[in-house]
C-alpha cells in the first residue's frame, strides 16, 4: 500500500464526519416535503419505525464490516468474505457501491452547485422583492454554462478536502463545517417560529394525518432513511474502516442517526412555518428551496442576510456528504488500485464531472435525451435511490447476516468482548438483519420497480 492507513483522530471527529455525511439535501429539503405530502406526523412515526427496524441496524452493520476489515469498501467484502464458501463472489459486491457513489454524486454535486450559485446570488442581493424566482432557478438550473462551472466549483472544494486525507482535510473541516450548521440551523427554526401564521406550519408538521397514509408512504419513508442515513453505498463502511478500535460504534450509530434525525426536524421547523406564514405549497419538491425560500426571504426584514445564511447552510449540509461519497471511491482507488491520494482524487473527480455534466445538461440543453423515460438527471436519482443502494444495502444485511458468523459480527460490536452489550440486544440484532431487513429490502425493490 503506498500510504499508512490515516484514521480518525477523536470521537468527536468521527461523530461530525458521520453526521456531515448523513445530514445533507435529503434533510434539508426533502424531509421538509416528505412531511408535508404524505401526512405530516404520520410520516415522522412511519420513518423512526424504518429508523429502528431497518436502517439502524443496516448502519451498524456496516460499522462492523468497515471496522473489522479496516479496508475501503472493495477490500472489506475481499478480506472478511476470504475462506468462506463462495468467498471469492462475495469477495467483488464491494464493487458496486463504488459505482453507487459515483453515480450519486454525479447528480448531487449539480444540486451541490446550484447551492454555490444561490450563495453568490443572496451575497450580491439579488433576491428582492419582485424578482420572479421561477426564472431565477430556470437559468440557475438549466442554462448551458453556469451550472456546469459551479458543478465544478463544488466537485474542487471536495476534492481539496479528500486529498487532504481523514485527520487533516475531512475531519478538521467537518468539525468547523458542522456545528455551524447545526446553530444556523437552530437560529432559522427559531426566526421561523415567530413568524405571523407559523402555527400552521407547525400543526401541518407534527398532526398525524392517518387518512394519508399508504403503501406508498410506508416506502418513501423507508427510501428516505436509506438516503438520509447514506446507507448502502459504502460510506459508513468507509468512514468506520477509520474508526479506532476501542470505539463504541453501537454507540456512535445510534449517536448519528439522532443527529440526522434531529436535523431533519429542525429543517423542517425553519421551512414549514415560513412557507404557511406565506402562503406557499409545501408540496413544492425542489423548488421548495430553490424558488419559494428565496421568494420568502426577500419579503422578510433582514431578508437578505438570511438568504445568505440558509443558502450557506444548504451547501455545508450538502459538501459534507459530498465529500463522504468521494472518499468511497478514492479510499478504492488508493488501496486497490495502489495510486497516491491525489491521483485517486483527480481520476475519480473526473469521471464524476462527467456524469456531472451530463446530468446538468440534461435539464437544458440535453433535455431531449431519456434514459427508461427519465432525463439523465433523473435516470442517476432514480437508479440510485431505488436499485443501487437498496441492493447494496441487501447485499450487506446478508453477508454480515449469513456469511459472517455470530461470533465474528459481536466480536466487532463488543470490541473483541471487552464491552458489555445486553445478550437480548444482540439476539434481536442479528435476527433483523438476518431475516427481517432482507426481505423488506427486496420488497421495497419489487414494488419500487414495479411502480
Ligand atoms: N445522506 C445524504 C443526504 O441526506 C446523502 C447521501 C447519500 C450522502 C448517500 C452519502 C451517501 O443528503
Known amino acids: 500500500m503506498g500510504e499508512k492507513r490515516d484514521s480518525f483522530g477523536s470521537k468527536f471527529g468521527v461523530l461530525v464526519a458521520l453526521t456531515g455525511s448523513a445530514v445533507g439535501l435529503g434533510n434539508m429539503w426533502r424531509f421538509p416535503y416528505l412531511v408535508g405530502t404524505n401526512g405530516g406526523a404520520a410520516f415522522i412515526i412511519l420513518y423512526l419505525i424504518c429508523l429502528l427496524v431497518i436502517s439502524m441496524p443496516l448502519m451498524i452493520t456496516e460499522f462492523v464490516i468497515g471496522r473489522r476489515s479496516q479496508a475501503n469498501v472493495f477490500g472489506a467484502f475481499k478480506t472478511l ?12 459486491i464491494g464493487f458496486i457501491s463504488v459505482i453507487t457513489a459515483l453515480v450519486i454524486l454525479s447528480f448531487y454535486s449539480v444540486v451541490g452547485g446550484w447551492t454555490i450559485d444561490y450563495v453568490c ?35 474542487a472544494i471536495t476534492a481539496i478536502v479528500v486529498i487532504m486525507g481523514i485527520q487533516k482535510g475531512i475531519e478538521k473541516y467537518t468539525k468547523v463545517m458542522m456545528p455551524m450548521l447545526f446553530v444556523m440551523v437552530i437560529f432559522l427554526a427559531v426566526y421561523s417560529l415567530t413568524l405571523k401564521g407559523a402555527g400552521e406550519g407547525i400543526r401541518f408538521l407534527f398532526l398525524p394525518k392517518w387518512s394519508e397514509v399508504t403503501i406508498q408512504t410506508v416506502l418513501e419513508a423507508l427510501g428516505q432513511s436509506f438516503f438520509s442515513l447514506s446507507i448502502g453505498c459504502g ?20 449517536e448519528t442517526a439522532f443527529m440526522d434525525t434531529l436535523f431533519a426536524l429542525l429543517a423542517g421547523m425553519a421551512i414549514m412555518p415560513a412557507v404557511f406564514a406565506f402562503g406557499a405549497t409545501p408540496s413544492e419538491g425542489p423548488g421548495l428551496v430553490f424558488v419559494i ?35 468511497v471511491m ?62 447494496g444495502g441487501m447485499l450487506f444485511v446478508v453477508f454480515a447476516g449469513w456469511k459472517l458468523s455470530d461470533k465474528e459480527y459481536f466480536d466487532e460490536l463488543t470490541n473483541g468482548g471487552s464491552m458489555h452489550i445486553s445478550p437480548i440486544l444482540l439476539k434481536v440484532l442479528r435476527f433483523l438483519i438476518r431475516y427481517t431487513s432482507p426481505v423488506v429490502i427486496i420488497l421495497i425493490m419489487l414494488v419500487s420497480l414495479l411502480k
Open 121 to 155: 446570488q443572496a451575497i450580491g442581493f439579488k433576491f428582492t422583492q419582485g424578482v420572479d424566482y421561477e426564472q431565477v432557478f430556470q437559468y440557475s438550473s438549466t442554462s448551458a454554462v453556469r451550472p456546469l462551472v459551479f458543478t465544478l466549483i463544488f466537485l
Open 81 to 92: 468474505s476470504q475462506g468462506k464458501k463462495h468467498g471469492k463472489v462475495w469477495g467483488k
Open 235 to 254: 460510506t459508513i463502511i468507509t468512514y468506520a474502516s477509520y474508526v479506532k478500535k476501542h470505539e463504541n460504534i453501537l454507540t456512535l450509530s445510534a
Open 293 to 327: 425560500i428565496p421568494q420568502i426571504f426577500s419579503q422578510l426584514p433582514m431578508g437578505g442576510v438570511l438568504a445568505i445564511l440558509f443558502f450557506v447552510v444548504l451547501f455545508f449540509a450538502a459538501v459534507t456528504s459530498s465529500i463522504s461519497l468521494l472518499e
Open 330 to 391: 478514492v479510499a478504492y482507488m488508493i488501496e486497490e488500485r495502489h495510486l497516491s491520494r491525489k491521483a485517486s482524487v483527480a481520476i475519480t473527480m473526473s469521471l464524476t464531472l462527467v456524469l456531472g455534466v451530463l446530468c446538468s445538461l440534461s435539464l437544458g440543453v440535453l433535455g431531449n435525451v431519456h434514459l427508461f423515460g427519465n432525463s439523465i438527471f433523473g435516470f442517476m436519482d432514480g437508479l440510485s435511490a431505488n436499485i443501487l443502494m437498496p441492493l
